[in-house]
């Protein structure tokens, strides 16, 4: 990816904030890649649980496939993230591109990420096209 990740105009957004802990700061002294990346699955994670009855979350799964990220500016300690993540317009039969981008306080951008998740049926751990009602609820 090179340009900055924006959603798609009328495209449904859902937003949660980070404030990282001591323990997210590395050597570097700003927070670890590998945090950005918790924070991705975090929100993907309650993307999907505020969107979908309890027996969808009972019935499919999500399992991740690809993350493509690009980090552009530190986050320093004491400062907190905002992040937003949508969807794709369409998914790809079992497979729906996801993208997250988190922000400093300053609006500038941290890290973003596109990342490719496959719907699995819960019950026998196998993949499953995305059903159109699910689609509906994320576009």
């Known amino acids: 990816m090179t340009k900055l990740l924006e959603p798609p105009e009328g495209q449904q957004v859902f937003s949660m904030g980070f404030t990282p802990t001591a323990s997210d700061i590395d050597a570097n002294g700003h927070v670890n890649n590998v945090v950005y990346m918790d924070w991705v699955q975090q929100i993907a994670i309650a993307h999907w649980d505020s969107r979908q009855p309890e027996a969808d979350r009972a019935r499919w799964a999500w399992i991740c496939l690809r993350h493509e990220v690009d980090y552009r500016r530190a986050l ?47 019950a026998n751990g196998r993949p499953r096209r995305v059903p159109a009602e699910i689609v509906a609820r994320f576009v």
């Open 76 to 122: 320093m300690p004491g400062e907190s993230a905002s992040a937003r993540t949508w969807v794709a317009t369409a998914p790809d039969g079992p497979r729906f591109d996801r993208y997250v981008r988190i922000d400093g306080p300053d609006g500038a951008m941290c890290a973003q990420a596109k990342t490719t998740w496959c719907l699995i049926e819960q």
